[in-house]
Each structure stands twice: as structure tokens, then as C-alpha cells.
């Protein structure tokens, strides 16, 4: 059985950084990637890696400022988030699927395997 889980939101001053962790288990060579979702906002795709680490997307609002990278011993996939605006204030999910990220990476319902969510909250 597949379980993802995200751990490292919470709540930071406009920019600050934070790290999102997610721990993936019952799945190998997968892709995975970032989404969020604001209240009353449509969830949108953040940023996404591939089995092995050497293609990455991201959103262009997020570029430069969001760094994914994937630990593959552990398992566990990252999203390094600095220079936060208070825009960037949303739940983020991670989702995966095996070895590439969708066509195009943003589909988020060609990702089968979701985590519950952990909350970013960015102050002004």
C-alpha cells in the first residue's frame, strides 16, 4: 500500500523559508510532485521531480524561489521554499506516480497517490 506524507508547514513571516518534507513508502521510482491550494483557489502544480532526480519543473511564480530535490535513500522528496510571500499561503499536497512526472507535468489527476496535506501560512 501506498502512503505519502508531508511534514514542515506552518506559519512564517513574508521572506522566510520553510522546507517541506514528503515521505513516500509501498512505491519505488516514482515521480513526484508539489500542488497547492488556497481557499476558494482551484489547486495548482508547484513544481514536480522525476524518478531520478534529474528533470525538475516548477510553476514560474515559484521559480527561483522553490527548490524540489529527492532523497532517494530516505525515501523522502523536498520542496525548499524561501524568499515566502504571503500569496504562497495555501495547503500543499504531494502526489506521485511511477518514474516521470505527467504530460504535462502540471495534470494533477494523472497522479494517483496523494498525501494528506500540510498547511503554509505566510504573514505580511
Known amino acids: 500500500q501506498v502512503h505519502l506524507v508531508e511534514s514542515g508547514g506552518g506559519l512564517v513571516q513574508k521572506a522566510g523559508s520553510l522546507r517541506l518534507s514528503c515521505e513516500v513508502s509501498g512505491l519505488t521510482d516514482y515521480a513526484l510532485g508539489w500542488f497547492r491550494q488556497a481557499p476558494g483557489k482551484e489547486r495548482e502544480a508547484v513544481s514536480c521531480i522525476n524518478w531520478s532526480g534529474y528533470i525538475v519543473y516548477y510553476e514560474d511564480a515559484v521559480r527561483s524561489r522553490f527548490t524540489i530535490s529527492r532523497h532517494n535513500r530516505n525515501n523522502t522528496v523536498y520542496l525548499q521554499m524561501d524568499s515566502l510571500r504571503p500569496e504562497d499561503t495555501a495547503m500543499y499536497y504531494c502526489?506521485?506516480?511511477?518514474?516521470?512526472?505527467?504530460?504535462?507535468?502540471?495534470?494533477?489527476?494523472?497522479?494517483?497517490?496523494w498525501g494528506q496535506g500540510t498547511q503554509v501560512t505566510v504573514s505580511s
Open positions: 502526489a506521485a506516480r511511477r518514474y516521470e512526472c505527467s504530460e504535462p507535468w502540471y495534470y494533477s489527476d494523472q497522479y494517483p497517490y
